[in-house]
């Protein structure tokens, strides 16, 4: 980077740039390279190309050569910039956060389709474990009528959930609470029966932490991503009083990692639910795992209805 100083146009540092994020072994270097310097000259992508020829101060340069390091280091892109894209949406994160993910938007997909079906005006949703609280903001964005109870066991992560509900102007839709999975929904309080019950859980087996990509392991909070010995931990948790917590015809929506789907289901089972079903996500892995409470049972097929609504919705992390 020594070779990145003043007197260079933009289009020669962003090569640069390129250049040494690859040779540190940044799969996408040429991508990481634009977003950063965007961020750095307060500007979009296109728009580095239309100010091909601009000079940049020392101070943008000087902070432009640390962004580099950072992602050099495997810092995420999205903990440099502070900011994540969801549902179309902009979103803060930091260390305290899981970054919003591309498949945790087929769970919001999900939900949304569910209700469309049910033409459901109303509904109170419970977003456990709500992180940056994306879910959350993409479901109130989607239903403008709709109660949100977004919680979060930590503290710090609770910040930033709420930092995004006032971002996107949700305070009147969105109520941020610190709690452990469904003890937010406490009996006579507005949650004390939901519409729907909503989780993107930890779901990484214990022994698999320490050999995801660093990216990952070395920065994104362990404790939202540490699911137990076998990934189920916060799946039988949630499974446990959920039906007494959800109104009539109401559901839980839970995404899950790969190969879990169907252990998620007999979970869901063994609860008490009857009509349990998983969702695939595009590349036709089953992403997300739906229990309705339903007087009526029977067989259903898991991937039936919403999969179908899914698969005939609108593409979307």
């Given at each position: 980077?020594?070779?990145?100083?003043?007197?260079?146009?933009?289009?020669?540092?962003?090569?640069?740039?390129?250049?040494?994020?690859?040779?540190?072994?940044?799969?996408?270097?040429?991508?990481?390279?634009e977003?950063?310097?965007?961020?750095?000259?307060?500007?979009?992508?296109?728009?580095?190309?239309?100010n091909?020829?601009?000079?940049?101060?020392?101070a943008e340069?000087?902070?432009?050569?640390?962004?580099?390091?950072?992602?050099?280091?495997c810092?995420?892109?999205?903990?440099?910039?502070?900011?994540?894209?969801?549902?179309?949406?902009?979103?803060?994160?930091?260390?305290?956060?899981?970054?919003?993910?591309?498949?945790?938007?087929?769970l919001?997909?999900?939900?949304?389709?569910?209700?469309?079906?049910?033409?459901?005006?109303?509904?109170?949703?419970?977003?456990?474990?709500?992180g940056?609280?994306?879910?959350?903001?993409?479901?109130?964005?989607?239903?403008?009528?709709?109660?949100?109870?977004?919680?979060?066991?930590?503290?710090?992560?609770?910040?930033?959930?709420?930092?995004?509900?006032?971002?996107?102007?949700?305070?009147?839709?969105?109520?941020?609470?610190?709690?452990?999975?469904?003890?937010?929904?406490?009996?006579?309080?507005?949650?004390?029966?939901?519409?729907?019950?909503?989780?993107?859980?930890?779901?990484?087996p214990?022994?698999?932490?320490?050999?995801?990509?660093?990216?990952?392991?070395?920065?994104?909070?362990?404790?939202?991503?540490?699911?137990?010995?076998?990934g189920?931990?916060?799946?039988?948790?949630?499974?446990?009083?959920?039906?007494?917590?959800?109104?009539?015809?109401?559901?839980?929506?839970?995404?899950?990692?790969?190969g879990?789907?169907?252990?998620?289901?007999?979970?869901?089972?063994?609860?008490?639910?009857?009509?349990?079903?998983?969702?695939?996500?595009?590349?036709?892995?089953?992403?997300?795992?739906?229990a309705?409470r339903?007087?009526?049972?029977?067989?259903?097929?898991?991937?039936?209805?919403?999969?179908?609504?899914?698969?005939?919705?609108?593409?979307?992390?």
């Amino acid at each position: 980077m020594g070779a990145m100083g003043r007197g260079r146009q933009l289009l020669d540092i962003l090569k640069l740039a390129s250049d040494y994020l690859a040779r540190q072994g940044v799969e996408a270097a040429r991508l990481d390279a634009e977003v950063l310097l965007a961020h750095i000259l307060e500007m979009d992508r296109i728009s580095l190309y239309v100010n091909f020829d601009r000079q940049l101060d020392e101070a943008e340069l000087a902070g432009f050569r640390t962004a580099l390091r950072r992602r050099a280091s495997c810092m995420p892109v999205a903990y440099i910039t502070g900011s994540k894209e969801f549902m179309s949406l902009d979103f803060a994160v930091n260390e305290h956060v899981l970054i919003p993910r591309p498949e945790t938007e087929i769970l919001v997909e999900t939900v949304r389709d569910h209700f469309v079906r049910t033409s459901k005006e109303r509904p109170r949703i419970a977003d456990i474990g709500t992180g940056s609280a994306a879910i959350a903001c993409s479901l109130a964005v989607l239903f403008p009528n709709a109660r949100i109870i977004a919680s979060d066991i930590s503290s710090e992560a609770l910040d930033v959930a709420m930092d995004n509900v006032k971002r996107h102007g949700l305070e009147g839709q969105v109520v941020c609470v610190q709690g452990d999975l469904l003890e937010v929904l406490a009996p006579g309080t507005e949650w004390e029966r939901v519409d729907a019950i909503v989780s993107n859980p930890p779901y990484i087996p214990l022994a698999e932490l320490d050999t995801l990509n660093p990216e990952i392991s070395e920065y994104e909070p362990r404790g939202a991503l540490d699911g137990g010995p076998d990934g189920l931990r916060y799946y039988r948790k949630l499974a446990q009083g959920a039906i007494e917590r959800l109104a009539d015809d109401g559901f839980m929506a839970l995404e899950v990692g790969d190969g879990q789907a169907q252990d998620v289901i007999k979970i869901l089972e063994d609860a008490g639910f009857t009509n349990v079903e998983s969702v695939d996500d595009y590349s036709g892995t089953a992403r997300v795992v739906v229990a309705t409470r339903s007087a009526v049972s029977g067989s259903t097929s898991r991937n039936g209805i919403v999969a179908d609504c899914i698969d005939g919705g609108d593409a979307d992390a």
